[in-house]
Structure formats: structure tokens, C-alpha cells
């Protein structure tokens, strides 16, 4: 596996979502994994799933999120498997494999693997939200935001997030390096070799870190942020440094709109008793004409941002304006 699929890598595309600011985005998708984990009714989950799939195509990244939805269909089948194997609630019967030893009487029930079901469904809407954040989200925007609050956990969330590509890309030499030896060996000495080579480097990567931010005064109580005069982005225009004092734009109200009614519409259902699903002894998941309307408007909230693209041009094109405006400024600065 390279280093560039290991790695939570963030790609500036042209969607909505992309033009929003960190902050903005980050609250939009903390409401899309709130509301799965707040939900219960199946349907409302599957909507959920399948409305974060494609928001996900509306921002560029169904490849990422196909990628992340093959490796979580493993851990699907395996929650179903396991709640139908060990849960004893049910009473609906659908199959007996007799005594089990240390699990008990092996009888497999419908209420057990609908509940695996629903449980698989909010890991689904998790994972794929987490993803969606990933891709999406610009997480130096996002750590330079957190730097006003708190400038140390920045400082440790930055360097963390930049040291899984390295580390991705020292197993993978590693892993070249074992291909060349004359003597074959298994595939578990293999795994732990390279474990191990890239845990050595972690460390002493570690350690050179620490030294560099000791000799730049990170250790003081008081540290103060380094002056770079003639610094391009000093002088560059807000729009590319990310400031927090422009005013929101449309597609920042439209995601902060979204956020809150998604919200409200959720609380709303679990009030009101639309959310309703029992699980045991006997399965009831009643879909009324509000459960309905309320996996409509779920769809509807969650989409209803990527409408409007006015504004939002291809990447090269947006590239190629950053780096004239960084260059323009740049020549104020000298």
C-alpha cells in the first residue's frame, strides 16, 4: 500500500464544501456523525449513509469514500456476525445449531441480526462522515484556527499529521529493502522487522523534532511566534490565509443552515417518537408517513448546500490565482 492511501491527505477541489472554511466544514460533518449516532431507525440510517455517499460525490471524493466503504463492509459483517452469535434476546428463531459451548444454546435470531444490522449502519455513517471530514476539510486551516485557543495542541496535532506520511513512507522503503535480501523470509518476520525499523525511526525522528522546537524556544513558558519579514502570506489577501474576520460567504451559510436544521430535524424525530425502533425481544421499526418525511428532509438538508456551485471554479483554475495573488503580493512586499 503506498504512502499516499495511508496517509489522511486533504485535496482543495472545487466543490462547496471545499470553499467553505475549516471551521464551517468541521461543524458540518461533526452534525452528519452526530445525527448517526443519535438515530436508531434503520431507514433513517441507511438515508443517512446514503446521502454522506453522495455529498461525498458532490465534493470530489467517491473514490475516497468507495475506498473507505470496502474496508468498513469487513467490519460490518463481522459486528452482524458476532451480535447474532452472542445476543440471546430475540425471540423470532429463524435458525438452531445447538449447544455452542462457552456461547450457549446456538439460537440465532431475527431481532439479533436486524440489531447488527443497525449497529453496522451507524459504523457505516461514521466512518464514511470521517472520511468525508478528511477529504474535505483543510486541516492547516483548521490547526491555524486552533492555534488562537490553544497554540501547544496545535503545535502537537500538526506534527502528528505530518509525521503519518513519513511514517507510511518508511514502512513502504522498508518493505523494499526486505524484497532485496537473498534469503526469503515469512511473512509475520517479515510484518514484525518492519514494525520495528519503523518504530526505531519514529523515534529518533521524535527526538530530532524535540531538539529543533527546544533550540526555536517552543520550551519556554512565553514562547513567542517567530517574525518572517518579507513573508508573502503576511501581506496576501484574506481569502488565502483563512482569516476568521472576512464575512461568511453563501455557501458558509448554506453549510451552517445545514448543520443546525439537520440537527433540529433529528431531535425533532427522536421527540416526537418518529426515530422509533425496538430492538428486543421483538423487532418494531414502524415506518410512518413522518419517518418518511423525515428521511426526505435528512437527504434534503445534507444535499440541499452542494446545490448552488456559483463561485466555485475547477482546481487548476484556483491554483493558478493563488499563486498570482501570492506572487503579487510578494512584490509589494519587496
Not at 514494525?195 to 525522528?205: F, I, K, M, P, Q
Request: positive net charge.
Amino acid at each position: 500500500m503506498s504512502a499516499s492511501r495511508l496517509a489522511l491527505s486533504y485535496q482543495r477541489l472545487a466543490s462547496p464544501l471545499h470553499a467553505t472554511r475549516a471551521s464551517i466544514g468541521a461543524l458540518w460533518c461533526a452534525s452528519l456523525l452526530a445525527s448517526a449516532l443519535v438515530l436508531s431507525h434503520p431507514l433513517l440510517l441507511a438515508l443517512l449513509d446514503l446521502s454522506i455517499v453522495l455529498a461525498g460525490v458532490a465534493s470530489g471524493l467517491l473514490r475516497r469514500l468507495a475506498r473507505t466503504l470496502r474496508a468498513t463492509l469487513y467490519l460490518d459483517i463481522s459486528i452482524v456476525i458476532v451480535n447474532v452469535l452472542v445476543s440471546r434476546e430475540g425471540i423470532t428463531i429463524f435458525a438452531r445449531l445447538g449447544d455452542l459451548g462457552p456461547f450457549g444454546q446456538g439460537d440465532l435470531s431475527v431481532e439479533a441480526l436486524l440489531y447488527g444490522v443497525v449497529i453496522a449502519l451507524k459504523v457505516t455513517a461514521v466512518t464514511l462522515g470521517c472520511a468525508l471530514f478528511a477529504g474535505a476539510v483543510d486541516p492547516d486551516q483548521l490547526l491555524a484556527g486552533a492555534r488562537r485557543a490553544t497554540a501547544r495542541s496545535a503545535l502537537t496535532a500538526t506534527l502528528a499529521l505530518r509525521m503519518i506520511p513519513l511514517l507510511a513512507a518508511d514502512s513502504a522503503r522498508f518493505a523494499q529493502a526486505l524484497q532485496t535480501r537473498p534469503q526469503r523470509l515469512g511473512r509475520r518476520r517479515a510484518q514484525a522487522l518492519i514494525l520495528r525499523a519503523t518504530l526505531t525511526s519514529a523515534l529518533d525522528r521524535a527526538l530530532e523534532v524535540a531538539a529543533t522546537l527546544e533550540l526555536r524556544g517552543a520550551a519556554d513558558q512565553h514562547p513567542q511566534a517567530p517574525r518572517r519579514l518579507g513573508d508573502p502570506l503576511r501581506r496576501a489577501p484574506e481569502r488565502l490565509r483563512g482569516s476568521p474576520h472576512r464575512a461568511l460567504s453563501r455557501h458558509e451559510l448554506a453549510f451552517l443552515g445545514s448543520a443546525g436544521s439537520l440537527l433540529a430535524l433529528v431531535a425533532g424525530a427522536q421527540l416526537s417518537g418518529l426515530d422509533r425502533y425496538v430492538a428486543y425481544p421483538l423487532a418494531q421499526a414502524p415506518i410512518a408517513a413522518g419517518t418518511a418525511a423525515v428521511g426526505a428532509g435528512i437527504c434534503a438538508l445534507m444535499l440541499a448546500p452542494f446545490a448552488d456551485r456559483r463561485g466555485i471554479v475547477p482546481r487548476s483554475a484556483g491554483a493558478a490565482a493563488g499563486r498570482r495573488a501570492v506572487l503579487s503580493a510578494a512584490g509589494e512586499a519587496r
